[in-house]
């Protein structure tokens, strides 16, 4: 077989199992926003098969026969990338036991629901049991992935979201944060103190609130015909490039929250919905990582939806959704878009008091990962952070603590810190786009946001995996990630 | 390998089967319900990927390998019905040579789509080029399937629904219901003239009417823990047992078709709901044929659902949900649920009607298959089918004639029997009941139809495929499918 034929059978198996990815990415919409509670059983387990199907797949001889083939210099550029990104995932997969595959979909499927009825009830006793054996079969994959990859058993899960991520870079780049951090928090705290902010005052439809809401993606480029907004418990982002679902909730007494999750939501979902159509159903088609996907997100809802010109733009659009009222006042809005309070809930955290969220779970996480804690000491190791970071006491309020988030119950280790990898990517793309476009500011004040969304089209979503993580943010920013601009946007927001 | 590993190990095949048809029946009825316009080509790959994998896995030569070293007499009877359950899947798809199959799909997927151009537009002409290749396919189908079943083409479709049905059955009931059908039809119009009917008055808001709805399904014993109901354009009942996925439309200006259309699909879920649990993922576990099917959805819609006790119940309920109006009389509903009138439209036909919609299909698919027409006979032979079986003019109408269904365009023949075969199997199990529980009617009348529904369960739903058909009928009934109890039940309805 020459190297050529070797490498579009490559491709053919890998559409396959795009094909397969994306009935796997509707169930799992389905499962989070329509599916009724009794149906989950069965839903775990065709969700586990296709797993074990798609694990199958790309461990096959065959697979790795093909791989072995090709000679990579007989490649376009394109499709060496393409290789590369095909390699890296077969070899993920292939250490992986297959058993260790679909006995961690089958954990993560059981303790997800258990999840959903004990948050609720503050039922930390509740939710351990399942919740240990998650954390025992997320062991075993690190230690598997670890010694494969020959690196710590932490970052061995890291790199899953961040490939070529090393936690050397991380450690530094969060213990940084940690020296100016708390410091910034106060500071911004105090420089908001005495301003007055009115509350905007419930109750706020639902349907308003989600005519509201489409508006704004429409404005942002959000492509309907390739896409839906629906409701779940814990918004994200899912389904397939072609038909991105993206969710938020609502509350009736409130209305910036879904707004602001939304306008996120749809950060990602541009991204998926602009990435390059020729490598569509390839993994070089694929959003680059998971900090990268973020740093989209965090682009549209903090770099833009929370500055004070989208803010602007936003209030006659809110007046007529939702009627006119004192909180509604352009400055006023401002301020509740850029309010710095410190808070329990990581996804109702303001900008500022968000990366704190991030080191407290980073922390307990590492620390389980590497054996160093076990799951009863979490809540103990979760108020102690809460108290030194934030300074609010969480004892014996699991709900609003330990059990606040989804990623823990399927096994997500090491997904944390891509938040704060992309809030500051965001940062150092924002101010690589300024550069860029000198218009960008002004044209966003007059009700524009096509120069930034384009930059980002251009820079980062028509690149897929085509380019490796560091040479995205080189060629796009011209230098590596750089968390000063992070740094220096929080100051110039919040301290200015 | 002993043969009762090897049974163990077919098993295990049909439960993957099992999970990936879930998967494929929940992007299905996505696709129906919920996807955007612009998600429809990926969709069709990956379903399309779906099929083909499922394929593979079934015509595998492990699989038959499995099946010959069985010894049907090592296992306990119900495993035995499993077996020949599992051996009728395996020999039906063997027998399809892939070619065939995929060109049968890409043709059904193209007519299909030229249909919901030209069926608005009354194109006849501009339907026959990709509808002539749909049947040039379904007739190679025929030929291949008869020669391995041994049986005449236009039957070898037939089975595809009904297992074990032969063609000649069918002849004698249809030609039996030639006779007495159209007689009673006009006595049944005769019989109504002169009866006032008030219709009801919308506009009926859709949050109202679905309300409504699903307190009937309640009442019928529909779980919500393992289903839903949502709207499609085509109302349908799919998802899985766990997770049964039903549909309806509604209309503004009028609220008993969509209620009488969920009462339909909620017979179509029960039996869904209620399939033996302990065969879940099994052959022998799934629902007997398209013919039963509609024969639950039948027992609950006209059995139940147009008598006039149920319509007394359903009342209050009505003025609760609607408010009150001269319709919703008592008298003047059930005038409304039983009012039979020849119309151009089977979907929209009443219960006399109806049978006469599908001799007219019957005949023209017969006859097509068999090679004794061609598709460019199909209008006039439907035109004089329509004025000898219902007296009215489709000349020229393709658009509400020949183009009506879409069970054509995807090469569907055979199928359209089955709904008059479960309308004559719903009055035969109505019947034996009754006769099993004389209080049935009785307690329907104060508001409880427990004695039925309990009845339906344990002598249909969870019988699953354990039984052949007509031993399932003759166990249920204690008699083979017998089409006078449905022409009894016909005349004591519409001419008592
Ligand atoms: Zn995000
Ligand atoms: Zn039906």
Redesign the interface.
């Known amino acids: 077989m020459t190297s050529s034929t070797a490498y579009q059978q490559l491709e053919a198996c890998f559409t ?1 199992l795009h ?2 990815a ?3 990415a ?2 799992g919409w ?1 499962q989070l926003t ?6 989950n ?3 775990a ?6 797993s074990v ?1 798609m694990h199958e797949t790309l461990t096959a001889q065959e697979t790795r026969r093909l791989l072995d083939e090709i000679d990579p210099a007989s490649l376009e550029p394109e499709q060496q990338a393409n290789l590369r990104e095909m390699t890296r995932e077969v070899r993920d997969a292939t250490v992986m036991p297959p058993e260790l595959v679909e006995a961690q979909s089958l954990a993560g499927a059981r303790c997800e629901s258990v999840w959903r009825r004990c948050r609720p009830a503050n039922d930390w006793e509740g939710f351990l049991p399942t919740f240990r054996e998650v954390v025992r079969l997320s062991r075993e994959e690190a230690r598997i992935r670890a010694e494969a990859l020959g690196c710590g058993r932490y970052e061995a899960l890291l790199q899953k979201f961040e490939p070529g991520l090393n936690l050397e870079t991380l450690e530094s780049i969060f213990d940084d944060m940690r020296q100016w951090l708390p410091g910034l928090l106060s500071e911004a705290v105090a420089h908001q103190r005495g301003g007055e902010l009115v509350m905007p005052q419930g109750p706020f439809g639902e349907r308003d609130q989600r005519r509201l809401g489409e508006r704004v993606m429409r404005w942002l480029g959000f ?6 907004l629906d409701v779940s418990l814990h918004p994200f982002c899912g389904g ?4 991105v679902r993206l969710t938020t909730r609502y509350r009736e007494d409130e209305c910036l929250t879904a707004l602001m999750g939304i306008i996120h939501e749809t950060g990602h979902a541009r991204y998926e919905q602009n990435l390059p159509q020729q490598w569509r159903r390839q993994p070089a088609g694929r959003a680059r990582s998971m900090a990268v996907h973020e740093s989209q997100s965090l682009s549209l809802e903090m770099q833009l939806g929370r500055s004070a010109a989208f803010v602007r733009q936003l209030r006659p659009w809110l007046v007529e959704a939702l009627g006119d009222q004192p909180a509604f006042e352009a400055d006023n809005l401002i301020r509740l878009a850029q309010q710095v309070e410190p808070g329990l809930i990581r996804v109702d955290a303001d900008e500022v008091s968000y990366p704190a969220h991030i080191l407290l779970r980073y922390d307990i996480e590492r620390a389980l990962i590497e054996g160093e804690i076990e799951v009863e000491d979490i809540p103990v190791r979760w108020d102690e952070s809460m108290q030194r970071l934030l300074g609010l006491d969480t004892r014996g309020n699991y709900r609003d603590g330990c059990l606040q988030d989804i990623h823990w119950t399927d096994g997500s280790f090491g997904y944390f810190p891509t938040y704060s990898l992309g809030a500051m990517l965001a940062a150092q793309l924002m101010a690589a786009a300024r550069r860029a476009e000198p218009q960008l500011d002004a044209r966003i004040a007059e009700g524009d946001p096509g120069l930034l969304l384009d930059w980002l089209k251009t820079n980062v979503w028509q690149q897929g995996s085509l380019l490796e993580t560091p040479e995205l943010i080189r060629r796009a920013t011209g230098e590596a990630l750089n968390p000063e601009h992070y740094r220096h946007h929080l100051r110039e927001r919040y301290l200015g």
Chains 1, 2 share one sequence.
Do not use: I, K, S, T
Not at 34 to 39: K, L, Q, R, S
Not at 240 to 243: A, K, S
């Open positions: 396959r094909r397969y994306h009935l796997g509707m169930a389905d329509m599916m009724p509670e009794g149906g059983e069965a839903r387990e065709a969700m586990a098969e296709l199907l492509d309907f015909e390739h896409g839906r397939v490039p072609d038909d």
